[in-house]
């Protein structure tokens, strides 16, 4: 693995135009439950594929908006981890870096990444299921209990609609802008660098493929083999906040050395 390590050293300590494509597994080390293992307590008889939906939310917004702010609650509960601060690290030593993630949660931005691409929106930017006009998020999310609750979602303060989380849900299209800026820099990048994504849910999984197609170096962080494997030049086999930090640390030195 140190050879594989010295190779990817090697493509990003020349790479001018960098790509880093994330999903759950980045934050999986800070704790957040993944989409999945988001089911727990109230919600654990619920498949994700029929919470995460409009006709879910229509059908009873307090059960979805309850289960949204839970998960939101659980994010602020947890801390970015030392994958997010090499994330970090990265964009601030690589001339252009883009960096898209396909997580609704705030921790690229509390480790210091400035403008990450949302791909599938944000727990953090509610909006009017109507008229889309944004709406705050709660601020002090009191303690959920454990296996959270209902909670009847507030107003929208333009038309008076219910307001929505602001993700994309299963069977709508992801965020037109987000999409194409992240599809410009894939086929524009001279290395995507994946982590923690499974590869699996489009169209957010052609983005290594894009970058693939049009000639990028792509390396895999994942501890688990994924659809990615076939299309990675080199797969670094272990866990976002142990390789990261090590990748950064044979390009660059220690993170602190300037
Ligand atoms: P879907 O199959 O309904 O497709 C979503 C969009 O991707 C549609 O516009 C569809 O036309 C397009 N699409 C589907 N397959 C494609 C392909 N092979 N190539 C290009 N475009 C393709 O997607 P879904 O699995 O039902 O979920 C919709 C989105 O919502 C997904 O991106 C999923 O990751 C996301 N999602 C987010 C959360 C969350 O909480 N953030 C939860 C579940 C799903
Ligand atoms: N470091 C790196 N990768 C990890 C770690 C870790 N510590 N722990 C787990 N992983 C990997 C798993 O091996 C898996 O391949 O992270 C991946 C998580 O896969 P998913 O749970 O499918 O998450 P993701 O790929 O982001 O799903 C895509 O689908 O669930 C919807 O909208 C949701 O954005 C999500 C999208
Ligand atoms: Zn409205």
Redesign the pocket.
Same mark, same amino acid.
Not at 130 to 133: R, S
Not at 158 to 161: D, I, K, V
């Given at each position: 693995e140190q050879l594989v390590a010295g190779e990817a050293a090697k493509l990003l300590g020349q790479a001018r135009r960098v790509v880093i494509f994330t999903g759950a597994g980045m934050s999986a080390e800070s704790g957040v439950p993944t989409f999945r293992d988001a089911l727990s307590g109230l919600w654990q008889q619920f498949d994700a594929q029929a919470l995460a939906t409009p006709e879910a939310f229509r059908a009873d917004p307090a059960l979805v908006w309850g289960w949204y702010e839970w998960r939101r609650s659980a994010v602020g509960r947890a801390r970015p981890n030392q994958g997010h601060v090499a994330v970090a690290a990265i964009e601030a030593r690589v001339p252009n870096c883009v960096l898209v993630t396909q997580n609704v949660d705030d921790l690229h931005e509390r480790a210091g990444s400035t403008a990450p691409l949302h791909l599938h929106g944000s727990l953090f930017a509610p909006r009017?299921s109507?008229? @889309?006009?944004p709406a705050p998020a709660p601020d002090g999310m009191a303690e959920e209990p454990a296996g959270g609750r209902r909670i009847t979602p507030p107003r929208?303060t333009?038309?008076? @609609?219910p307001v929505r989380p602001g993700v994309v849900w299963f069977g709508e299209a992801l965020p037109e802008a987000a999409l194409s800026a992240a599809v410009e820099a894939a086929a524009t990048c001279d290395l995507l660098l994946t982590v923690g994504t499974s590869g699996l849910v489009y169209p957010a999984a052609e983005i290594p493929q894009v970058a693939a197609r049009c000639g990028a170096a792509v390396i895999q962080v994942n501890p688990e083999e994924t659809p990615l494997d076939h299309v990675a030049d080199v797969n670094l086999r272990g866990p976002a906040a142990r390789v990261l930090p090590a990748l950064v640390e044979a390009v660059w030195g220690g993170a602190d050395r300037g």
């Open positions: 009017c109507a008229c @889309a006009h929208c333009r038309c008076s @609609a």
